[in-house]
């Protein structure tokens, strides 16, 4: 390992100097040091798929979802043997239900299967197997296909769930399921609601202080039908939006969403000459998208604030008249209630979406979406990173308290096996500037994607890595502590 020693400037001040630390002093490490250290540590498992990181701080343990498998570690020492319950299926729902039970879905060979599981199992020595009869249909909960990307989230004791539905993966979907309510989900075949949508991330939100007005956002990347010029081959960054007591229409859209919609996410570079060079991959979370390939090679990371997001879904609708005509500005007469609002006592008297008149809800089912893109802070990327061998896949953010104020520590996981480490400076005007702290290479071999959550009463995040087909030993690295850290104030985005 490599140190540059410094020599300090006594006339900066002390912001002034840790700024020019951190410009300069920047440290790489490498598999064998970081083996040596003691901060990456290897799984002794023969299963990869490494595919969700779930940490349980009150039973201290770590779940993880992998192909044929859910672990389950101590996350005071994940050296220990992890005992292992055998679902056989590539496990893509690994969600906590409740105090006691995790809610898991797989593929189940092209039958998607679901089961609760008790958390308690894990604290007995011997083999555990989940019988079939054990689990329920995970139809609509879990894609059939394990390569195709999922998102979902247990809010209220329902699960929301973006998945390919169908046995040929041409069925993108959003779903709301368990629980005693009806199972409810988007538009079927329906290309202005969804077109081969890839999802990322499902996220509940509390606009009011009524809890009627509650919705739940899930961000995906799509191709875009209102792309000109394109033939609907152009990805798009979006997301989309619902009422958590959305039930659907009484007439039209039964049992399918009557609030769905959806609006850009816009992360772009400008060029030399005005032109925007756009990001429009969702590898992994909300802020972190890709280049296509043959346009710009390389990853960006930009950040939203979630007043512009909700501000965009008050903003006009996009209409299509018909095939021959273009994406324009609807300038028509929009229904009342608005399409979109939530039945509730804060913006109506309506206590149900099956009461809407059905003006409303064939606006809803027509116009899906949102003429606004959602900028990014500052209107560009945080961090840029182009000719560079790696992509980044997942971002997690971590808020630490330092003596001089609060910053947003990044871990950002790439397809090569390489974790970076950075900060997140702002700057006067709405700007913002990025840091980087270290590089970690976790693998000296090649792997798919790296996922990630986070420990936020102890401060250590948890790289874990795909690896590629043909090599059997997943890892689980360890972040070091961030310096200045206020542990009662960690916040995990």
């Keep these: 390992m490599l140190v540059h020693l410094l020599k300090f400037q006594p006339s900066l001040p002390t912001l002034g100097l840790m700024l020019y630390l951190c410009h300069m002093l920047f440290f790489f490490f490498s598999t064998a040091e970081l083996i040596q250290n003691g901060r990456l540590l290897t799984l002794p498992l023969e299963a990869g798929d490494l595919h969700s990181l779930l940490p349980d701080e009150d039973r201290r343990r770590l779940y993880v979802a992998m192909k044929d498998n859910l672990l389950s570690t101590s996350l005071d020492d994940i050296t220990q043997n992890p005992r292992k319950l055998d679902c056989a299926n590539f496990l893509r729902v690994l969600q906590p239900f409740n105090q006691t039970h995790l809610y898991v879905c797989g593929t189940g060979a ?149 609030t769905f919609q959806k609006a850009r996410m816009v992360c772009s570079v400008p060029g030399p000459d005005g032109l925007q ?107 840029v990173r182009v000719g560079v061998h790696y992509k980044f896949s997942k971002l997690l953010v971590d808020r630490v308290e330092a003596v001089d104020g609060t910053y947003d520590v990044l871990f950002i996981g790439t397809d090569s096996g390489l974790v970076l480490k950075a900060i997140h400076l702002p700057r006067e005007h709405g700007q913002s500037q990025e840091v980087t702290l270290e590089q970690l290479v976790c693998l000296s071999w090649p792997c798919t994607s790296v996922n990630c959550t986070a420990r936020p009463a102890r401060n250590a995040a948890w790289p874990g890595i795909r690896t590629a087909p043909g090599t059997d030993m997943p890892a689980v690295h360890i972040c070091p502590p961030c310096a200045g850290r206020d542990e009662r104030k960690s916040t995990l985005f």
């Design 277 to 383: 060079t756009h990001f429009d991959q969702l590898p992994a979370r909300v802020t972190t998208t890709a280049g296509p390939l043959d346009i710009l090679n390389g990853s960006a990371v930009c950040v939203y604030r979630m007043e512009d997001v909700v501000r965009a879904f008050k903003g006009n609708f996009l209409h299509k008249e018909g095939p021959q005509y273009k994406w324009a500005e609807f300038t028509g007469k929009v229904p009342y209630p608005r399409p979109g609002t939530c039945p509730s006592s804060t913006y109506g008297s309506y206590s149900s979406t099956r009461e809407y008149p059905d003006d409303v809800i064939f606006f809803s089912r027509t116009h899906p979406l949102l003429q606004e893109h959602v900028l990014p802070l500052g209107e560009r990327p945080l961090l």
């Design 110 to 258: 092209f039958n998607p299967r679901c089961a609760f599981i008790a958390t308690s199992i894990f604290h007995q020595a011997e083999y555990q197997t989940l019988s079939y009869s054990q689990t329920e249909c995970g139809k609509g909960k879990c894609p059939y296909d394990p390569f195709q990307k999922t998102a979902s989230a247990v809010v209220d004791g329902e699960l929301y769930a973006g998945i390919t539905s169908d046995f040929m993966s041409r069925d993108s979907a959003f779903f709301r399921s368990l629980g005693r309510r009806h199972v409810i989900r988007t538009e079927q075949y329906d290309s202005t609601w969804l077109q081969d949508a890839q999802f990322v991330r499902v996220a509940p939100l509390s606009e009011t202080d009524n809890p009627e007005d509650d919705k739940v956002y899930v961000f995906f990347t799509e191709r875009a039908q209102e792309a000109e010029g394109a033939a609907g081959k152009v990805l798009y960054s979006r997301v989309a939006r619902v009422c958590k007591n959305d039930i659907g229409g009484q007439r039209s859209l039964v049992n399918k969403w009557s």
